[in-house]
C-alpha cells in the first residue's frame, strides 16, 4: 500500500472520501455497519496521515436515504478538514436536500488551484440506480481549458470493472465524455466512487480510478452482490505543479466493524 504524505509547500493535497451512507439518526447502520462510527473512524485517520489538506472531495452517497438530518450530521464533520470542501450527489442522494444543508460553494462544478483545474461532474439521476451525464455535464469538460492539468470527479463509474451487478450501473453515455477528452493529454485522471471498492485501470489514453467505501465494501469480480472483507478507507492525490499526481488508498486498521458478509444485497 502506498503511504499518505501530507502536501509540501509546491504540492497540493486533495482527498477523496465517498459512498458514506450515513442513516437518518446517529446509529443507523448498513448491513450491521454502523455508518456514522465508520466514517468518524476513516476521518479519524485523515487527520492523522494530512496536517493540511486544500480539497476535500465527498463524491456522493453521502446519505444512504437522502435523509436531511444525515446531511446536518455530516457537515460539521467534515467542516474543519480542508481548506474547500465539496460535495457530490449520488444515486442514493437527493441534491435539492443537499442544497438545504451545504452552502452553494459546497456543491460547485469547478475548482481553479492553481495550476490545477477540479472539475466535478453530477451523474446521478432521480429514481435510478445507475449513471448518466447530462449536456450540461458534458460541457463543464468541453469548456476546460487545455493548458492547465485537471482532474474529474464523478459519483458513477465509466467502464466495467468485472463485476456484472455492479457494472450494470455504470455511466451509460460514457463514451460520449471518453470523446471529448481523447484530444486532450491535460486529464491526470477521472475518479469515482460509487463501487465500493479501489481500482486503478486504463480505458483508451484515460486513467480511470475508483475509490472505497468509508462503510461496507464490495467484493471485486463478482458476479452478485458480495460484501467484502477490507475494512473503510479514502484515496488521497498530491498535485503537482508540473501536472504530475500521486494518488493512494488508506484503510482504517486496528479496529473491528460489525458487518453482515452474507447479505445479498441492500436498499
Known amino acids: 500500500m502506498t503511504t499518505a504524505r501530507a502536501a509540501a509547500p509546491s504540492e497540493l493535497c486533495v482527498v477523496q472520501i465517498s459512498d458514506c ?3 437518518t439518526s446517529l446509529g443507523d447502520c448498513l448491513l450491521g455497519m454502523d455508518t456514522d462510527h465508520s466514517l468518524d473512524e476513516v476521518l479519524k ?12 472531495v465527498a463524491s456522493g452517497d453521502l446519505s444512504g436515504n437522502a435523509a436531511k438530518s444525515a446531511y446536518q450530521r455530516l457537515l460539521p464533520k467534515l467542516n474543519a478538514l480542508a481548506d474547500r470542501l465539496v460535495w457530490l450527489p449520488g444515486n442514493h442522494d437527493d441534491l435539492g436536500v443537499m442544497q438545504q444543508v451545504a452552502a452553494p460553494e459546497l456543491l460547485c462544478s469547478t475548482l481553479e488551484l492553481d495550476p490545477w483545474q477540479l472539475v466535478f461532474l453530477n451523474s446521478a439521476v432521480p429514481e435510478q440506480v445507475g449513471g448518466h451525464l447530462a449536456p450540461s455535464q458534458l460541457q463543464l469538460v468541453r469548456d476546460l481549458p487545455d493548458d492547465n492539468p485537471s482532474l474529474i470527479f464523478v459519483h458513477h463509474h465509466l467502464r466495467a470493472l468485472g463485476s456484472d451487478w455492479l457494472d450494470e450501473q455504470r455511466i451509460d453515455n460514457a463514451d460520449e465524455l471518453f470523446d471529448i477528452i481523447d484530444s486532450r493529454d491535460n486529464i491526470a485522471a477521472i475518479v469515482s466512487g460509487h463501487v465500493h471498492q479501489q481500482s486503478d485501470t486504463r480505458h483508451r489514453s484515460h486513467r480511470l480510478l475508483t475509490s472505497p467505501s468509508t462503510c461496507i465494501q464490495f467484493a471485486p469480480n463478482s458476479n452478485s452482490f458480495a460484501v467484502d472483507e477490507l475494512n473503510p478507507g479514502y484515496r488521497w492525490f498530491t498535485l503537482f505543479a508540473d501536472g504530475r499526481v500521486d494518488t493512494g488508498v488508506e484503510r482504517v486498521s486496528g479496529v473491528r466493524f460489525t458487518i453482515d458478509r452474507t447479505a445479498d444485497g441492500y436498499e
Open 45 to 56: 485517520l485523515i487527520r492523522d496521515n494530512h496536517p493540511h489538506i486544500d480539497v476535500l
Open 21 to 23: 451512507h450515513l442513516g
